[in-house]
C-alpha cells in the first residue's frame, strides 16, 4: 500500500472533503493548483486518495457512506479516519492521531481564514472563534471543557457554573467565570481575563497553577509560564472586527493581518521595524493595506491578490 508524508496525505484530504462539500470557486482552484503542482509528491497522493474515494463511491457498505456523507462531527471523524486509513495504512493514520494531526481538520467547530463565528454553548456561555481555528467541545454532567485545535477563541462565561475548562497543546486553563481569551501560538498559548480570574497549569509543569486577575495575560509552553504582564489593547480587538495597533512593527502587524486573508503578505527588511498605531476593521484587509501607504512612508505591491509585499517608498 502506498505511504505518504503524514501532512501531505492530511492536505490530500481535506481537498477532496473540500470539493465534496462545494465547488471550489476561482480562489480556492487556484490555491489547489499551485498546491498541486507544488511537489511530486502532492500528485501523487492526490491521484491515490481520488483513486480511494472512486473505489469507495462503488462499495456498497455503511462504512464507505459515512466516509463521503458525514457530518462535521464525530461521524465525520470517525470518516476521515477511514479514508486516511484507506489510503495510508493503519499504521500511519495511528500517528497521525497521536500527533494531533488529525484534530483540526475534523474538529467539533471550525472557522475559515478570514471570518469569525459566534456560538451559544449548552450551559449558557458565549463562544466565539477567531479566524482558521477550531475547537472540540466536551459539555455533560461531569465537565465543560473546550480543547482549541488552532487559532484563537473567546469564552463569556456566566458565574455561579462549575469552572469551564480550555485544554490547548500546552496546557489547561480554568475560567471561574467572567470572560478569557486564549490564542494557540506555535509552541506555546497565550491567555488574556478580560474579566473574572482564570488559573493556568501548563502540562508538564509540577508546581502550582498560576493565578490570572482581569486584566492580566501570559504566555506558556508546556513546562513553564512567563512573567504574567498588563492585557494587550489587540488581545480581544478581533472580536469586535478589529486590528489594534500601539506603536506595533509593521513586519508583527503584517503578521497579524495576514490571519485574516489567504496567500503571502510581507514587508521588506528595510520597513520592517516601522511602528504604527491605530485601529483598523478586519472586514476589509485591502483597505487596510490602502491605508498604510497613508500612515508610513511606504509602498504596497501587489503582484497578484494573494501576493503582496510593502516596501519602501522611492
Given at each position: 500500500?502506498?505511504?505518504?508524508?503524514?501532512?501531505?496525505?492530511?492536505?490530500?484530504?481535506?481537498?477532496?472533503?473540500?470539493?465534496?462539500?462545494?465547488?471550489?470557486?476561482?480562489?480556492?482552484?487556484?490555491?489547489?493548483?499551485?498546491?498541486?503542482?507544488?511537489?511530486?509528491?502532492?500528485?501523487?497522493?492526490?491521484?491515490?486518495?481520488?483513486?480511494?474515494?472512486?473505489?469507495?463511491?462503488?462499495?456498497?457498505?455503511?462504512?464507505?457512506?459515512?466516509?463521503?456523507?458525514?457530518?462535521?462531527?464525530?461521524?465525520?471523524?470517525?470518516?476521515?479516519?477511514?479514508?486516511?486509513?484507506?489510503?495510508?495504512?493503519?499504521?500511519?493514520?495511528?500517528?497521525?492521531?497521536?500527533?494531533?494531526?488529525?484534530?483540526?481538520?475534523?474538529?467539533?467547530?471550525?472557522?475559515?481564514?478570514?471570518?469569525?463565528?459566534?456560538?451559544?454553548?449548552?450551559?449558557?456561555?458565549?463562544?466565539?472563534?477567531?479566524?482558521?481555528s477550531a475547537v472540540n467541545l466536551s459539555?455533560?454532567?461531569?465537565?465543560?471543557?473546550?480543547?482549541?485545535?488552532?487559532?484563537?477563541?473567546?469564552?463569556?462565561?456566566?458565574?455561579?457554573?462549575?469552572?469551564?475548562?480550555?485544554?490547548?497543546?500546552?496546557?489547561?486553563?480554568?475560567?471561574?467565570?467572567?470572560?478569557?481569551?486564549?490564542?494557540?501560538?506555535?509552541?506555546?498559548?497565550?491567555?488574556?481575563?478580560?474579566?473574572?480570574?482564570?488559573?493556568?497549569?501548563?502540562?508538564?509543569?509540577?508546581?502550582?497553577?498560576?493565578?490570572?486577575?482581569?486584566?492580566?495575560?501570559?504566555?506558556?509552553?508546556?513546562?513553564?509560564?512567563?512573567?504574567?504582564?498588563?492585557?494587550?489593547?489587540?488581545?480581544?480587538?478581533?472580536?469586535?472586527g478589529m486590528l489594534v495597533a500601539s506603536?506595533?512593527?509593521?513586519?508583527?502587524?503584517?503578521?497579524?493581518?495576514?490571519?485574516?486573508?489567504?496567500?503571502?503578505?510581507?514587508?521588506?527588511?528595510?520597513?520592517?521595524?516601522?511602528?504604527?498605531?491605530?485601529?483598523?476593521?478586519?472586514?476589509?484587509?485591502?483597505?487596510?493595506?490602502?491605508?498604510?501607504?497613508?500612515?508610513?512612508?511606504?509602498?504596497?505591491?501587489?503582484?497578484?491578490?494573494?501576493?503582496?509585499?510593502?516596501?519602501?517608498?522611492?
Amino acid at each position: 500500500m502506498s505511504q505518504f508524508n503524514p501532512q501531505v496525505a492530511e492536505q490530500a484530504v481535506q481537498w477532496l472533503l473540500a470539493m465534496h462539500e462545494a465547488p471550489l470557486a476561482a480562489e480556492g482552484q487556484q490555491r489547489f493548483e499551485r498546491w498541486l503542482a507544488s511537489d511530486g509528491e502532492h500528485r501523487r497522493a492526490w491521484e491515490h486518495i481520488q483513486g480511494v474515494n472512486r473505489r469507495l463511491r462503488g462499495v456498497d457498505a455503511p462504512l464507505a457512506h459515512a466516509a463521503l456523507n458525514a457530518p462535521h462531527l464525530a461521524g465525520r471523524r470517525q470518516a476521515l479516519k477511514y479514508l486516511l486509513v484507506v489510503a495510508m495504512g493503519g499504521t500511519v493514520a495511528l500517528a497521525l492521531d497521536r500527533q494531533d494531526v488529525l484534530p483540526p481538520l475534523v474538529a467539533d467547530l471550525r472557522s475559515p481564514v478570514g471570518e469569525r463565528r459566534h456560538l451559544s454553548l449548552s450551559d449558557g456561555s458565549q463562544l466565539q472563534l477567531n479566524t482558521a481555528s477550531a475547537v472540540n467541545l466536551s459539555f455533560d454532567e461531569r465537565q465543560r471543557r473546550v480543547r482549541l485545535l488552532e487559532g484563537e477563541l473567546q469564552l463569556d462565561s456566566p458565574p455561579g457554573h462549575r469552572p469551564l475548562l480550555v485544554q490547548t497543546a500546552q496546557g489547561l486553563i480554568t475560567a471561574h467565570g467572567g470572560r478569557v481569551n486564549v490564542r494557540q501560538l506555535k509552541h506555546r498559548t497565550r491567555v488574556a481575563v478580560l474579566s473574572g480570574n482564570a488559573q493556568v497549569a501548563p502540562s508538564r509543569s509540577v508546581g502550582y497553577p498560576l493565578s490570572l486577575e482581569q486584566g492580566q495575560q501570559v504566555e506558556f509552553d508546556d513546562h513553564h509560564w512567563r512573567p504574567p504582564m498588563a492585557m494587550d489593547a489587540n488581545s480581544s480587538a478581533w472580536a469586535d472586527g478589529m486590528l489594534v495597533a500601539s506603536h506595533m512593527r509593521l513586519a508583527d502587524f503584517l503578521g497579524e493581518l495576514s490571519r485574516y486573508r489567504r496567500g503571502e503578505l510581507s514587508c521588506a527588511d528595510e520597513v520592517a521595524d516601522l511602528l504604527i498605531s491605530g485601529s483598523y476593521p478586519l472586514a476589509d484587509s485591502e483597505r487596510i493595506l490602502d491605508l498604510l501607504e497613508v500612515a508610513l512612508p511606504v509602498r504596497v505591491r501587489r503582484f497578484t491578490r494573494f501576493w503582496v509585499t510593502v516596501q519602501a517608498r522611492a
